[in-house]
C-alpha cells in the first residue's frame, strides 16, 4: 500500500506556472506507474498525465501536451507535474494515482489503486 500526498498548488494568473508534487509512503514506490488527474467543479475528474515506473515513458491529455510536464524521483519516491501557460480553465483540483497492476501507462482511473487528496489550483482571468 502506498499513501500520497500532494503540495504546491495555489492561485496564479493566467500564463503563469505551478508545480505539483506529489511525496510517496513506503520503499514500493518504483513499482507504481503514477499518474495525475484533475476534477474541475461539477464535472468529471479528467486525465492529466501518467509516467511509467522508470520515467523514461510519459503520456498525457491532448490538451496538456507542451504545456505540462509529467516527471518523477524514484529515489525522492515523489512524482512532479510542472504546469506552464496556465489557463483559467486549468482551474481544478489535482489528485496524484498510483497504479501497481497495468503493464503501461493508462489513463484510466479505475486502474489507479491509490489516491492522494488533492491539492487545489486556481487559475486567474
Known amino acids: 500500500q502506498v499513501q500520497l500526498v500532494e503540495s504546491g498548488g495555489g492561485l496564479v494568473q493566467a500564463g503563469g506556472s505551478l508545480r505539483l508534487s506529489c511525496a510517496a509512503s513506503?520503499?514500493?514506490?518504483?513499482?507504481?506507474?503514477m499518474g495525475w488527474f484533475r476534477q474541475a467543479p461539477g464535472k468529471e475528474r479528467e486525465f492529466v498525465a501518467a509516467?511509467?515506473?522508470?520515467?523514461?515513458?510519459?503520456y498525457y491529455a491532448d490538451s496538456m501536451k507542451g504545456r505540462f510536464t509529467i516527471s518523477r524521483d524514484n529515489a525522492e519516491n515523489t512524482v512532479y507535474l510542472q504546469m506552464n501557460s496556465l489557463k483559467p480553465e486549468d482551474t481544478a483540483v489535482y489528485y496524484c494515482?498510483?497504479?501497481?497492476?497495468?503493464?503501461?501507462?493508462?489513463?484510466?482511473?479505475?486502474?489507479?489503486?491509490?489516491w492522494g487528496r488533492g491539492t487545489q489550483v486556481t487559475v486567474s482571468s
Open positions: 494515482a498510483a497504479d501497481g497492476r497495468s503493464s503501461s501507462s493508462t489513463n484510466i482511473a479505475s486502474r489507479y489503486d491509490f
Open positions: 513506503g520503499r514500493t514506490f518504483r513499482t507504481y506507474i
Open positions: 509516467i511509467s515506473r522508470s520515467g523514461n515513458t510519459k
